[in-house]
């Protein structure tokens, strides 16, 4: 019976299970370290952010992190994707895609007070650099269905957008 090997990290707010694998080609070496691991989470939090069932393969070689097959439950719903990070320049490209995201969640995480109800999905692509908004760029698609704001109902509204140096567009906006 082979046992299956894994390492368990806790924290007050985070608890993982983590998968090494061997890789024997190429040979990692102290210069050119390879890694590559299955990582499950029944939970994490950072400040008032939470999620659950969080899943990942992540692979490291050549001064690159990529994270695939990423999945987590928030906000009522499931985000998925993959992300790339260059560790040397910290730029990073991602793909996510949301389903079924609560809006009146998410609003209330960002402690507003507009009233929207409905399911949000999309496909968003995300291109940056560190923390350096200025560097931002993303665009995607994103539908709403059963919106609800403050008595004004709409069943299904789509659109795309793109995001760069500080300004929103908006393309294609349809509402019914």
């Known amino acids: 019976m082979?046992?299956?090997k894994y390492v368990r990290l806790s924290f007050p707010s985070f608890q993982a299970r983590i998968n090494p694998k061997i890789i024997n080609s190429p040979p990692s070496t102290a210069k050119n370290p390879l890694g590559e691991a299955d990582i499950f989470s029944p939970y994490a939090a950072y400040s008032?952010?939470?999620?659950?069932n969080?899943?990942?393969?992540?692979?490291?070689?050549?001064?690159?992190?990529?994270?695939?097959?990423?999945?987590?439950?928030?906000?009522g719903g499931t985000l998925t994707g993959d992300v790339a990070i260059y560790a040397l320049t910290q730029a990073y490209t991602a793909n996510v895609k949301a389903?079924?995201?609560?809006?009146?969640?998410i609003l209330s995480y960002a402690d507003s007070n507009v009233d929207l109800n409905g399911?949000?999905?999309?496909?968003?692509?995300?291109n940056g650099t560190g923390a350096d908004l200025d560097k931002l760029k993303l665009f995607g698609s994103a539908e709403m269905s059963r919106a609800d704001f403050q008595g004004f109902v709409i069943?299904?509204?789509k659109t795309s957008f793109?995001?760069?140096?500080?300004?929103?567009?908006?393309?294609?906006?349809?509402?019914?």
């Open 119 to 126: 399911k949000i999905s999309g496909d968003v692509s995300i």
């Open 48 to 52: 008032d952010f939470a999620a659950n």
């Open 99 to 105: 389903f079924d995201i609560d809006a009146a969640q």
């Open 155 to 157: 069943d299904d509204a």
């Open 54 to 75: 969080i899943s990942a393969h992540l692979n490291y070689g050549d001064d690159r992190i990529y994270l695939t097959d990423v999945s987590a439950e928030t906000f």
């Open 162 to 176: 793109y995001y760069d140096n500080k300004i929103l567009k908006i393309d294609n906006l349809n509402a019914v």
């Open 2 to 4: 082979q046992t299956e």
